[in-house]
């Protein structure tokens, strides 16, 4: 089997949503892996604790995460990263992951996924915090591409080619959210393939799906609906450049019922074909509706 980093391809998985944890331990359904988001397990001790480890003993996880804040000038919160390695140890994930972003500064997290400009220097200042994390952890990080809806002036590096740097730099690998490319490219005007064309193949230890909303002359990184058709085929054209990278369905608002965020994953089997052609119509969605937040402690809350 070929890998990425040493790490395996672990095929078709699912976000674990709360919502689905007893249809999971029932039915034991024929889903490759989960991914879990880190911080909504880090600090439970409590029965979603428990389930996880159970799910955790019967399928594969990776443990994704949205508060590391790589990017931010604080100093790395190693409170934080304690927790993690330690639920890392119980849990035993095949990876880590977190975003190209920052999530807040004096000590305030604003639990938003905030994009920092790309230039020499905050490649430079990322890739110190990467090495800090790694050599922490004693891992590789996987690193996610964020959904941006504005760009920086002195921003001077296309994100494709800082990424590319950042993992020659580092030695982590990436996760390439195709959802995120879509959005950001719609959102800042430059073209989804030739940022697809232009990050590290090799580097690529996992692809990110996802829904949006569309708004009409911007796009919301939204996880509360099917993939649309036009990240499907960014998907396909994606996969026929790193065919070893384990994929993921991402799903955080209006969630449905198991076998319909099931039925969504398995729709990748057919953008896997290069040949397949697949619906060009595009849908769009002007609605006014809420946008959902990926740590989705409330609905955990239930279960403690």
């Known amino acids: 089997m070929d890998t990425r ?19 999971i331990l029932e039915k034991n359904p024929a889903v490759d892996w989960f991914e879990v988001i880190s911080e909504n397990f880090m600090d439970s001790h409590g029965r979603p604790r428990y389930i996880l480890q159970q799910i955790a003993e019967k399928y594969p996880v990776v443990m994704h995460g949205v508060s590391l804040s790589i990017g931010s ?11 993690l390695k330690q639920l890392a140890t119980e849990v035993q994930p095949g990876w880590i992951s977190d975003h190209l972003c920052w999530t807040g500064v004096l000590t305030t997290n ?13 490649l430079k200042h990322v890739c110190k915090r990467i090495r800090q994390v790694q050599d922490y952890l ?6 996610e591409n964020p959904s941006t809806y504005a760009a920086f002036n002195n921003s001077t590096l ?44 090799d580097k690529i230890v996992q ?44 799903w955080d608002g209006n969630i449905p019922a198991f076998d319909v965020y099931h039925s969504e994953l398995l729709k990748s089997k057919q953008y896997m074909d290069a040949a397949f052609v697949g619906v060009e ?6 609605d006014e509706e809420q946008v959902s937040n990926p740590l989705n402690l409330f609905a955990v809350d239930k279960f403690l």
């Open 207 to 250: 692809m990110h799906l996802a829904g949006h909303q569309n708004c009409g002359n911007y796009i919301i990184d939204t996880h509360d609906r099917e993939v649309n058709n036009q990240v499907w085929k960014l998907f396909q054209q994606a996969y026929q450049l790193a065919n070893q990278a384990s994929i993921l369905l991402e």
């Open 281 to 286: 119509k595009e849908v769009f969605s002007t």
């Open 138 to 143: 004693e891992r590789p990080l996987i690193v």
């Open 158 to 201: 296309p994100e494709w080619e800082f990424l590319r740097i950042m993992t020659e730099e580092t030695g982590c690998g990436l996760l390439l959210d195709v959802n995120n490319v879509y959005v950001s490219s719609f959102n800042n005007d430059f073209d989804p393939v030739e940022y697809i064309n232009g990050i590290p193949h």
């Open 110 to 122: 604003s639990h938003d996924l905030l994009p920092l400009p790309l230039n020499e220097d905050s």
């Open 73 to 83: 000038t604080d100093p790395l919160n190693f409170d934080y990263l304690k927790s």
């Open 5 to 23: 980093l040493g790490l395996p391809n672990l095929g078709l998985g699912l976000g674990l949503r709360s919502q689905h944890f007893e249809h």
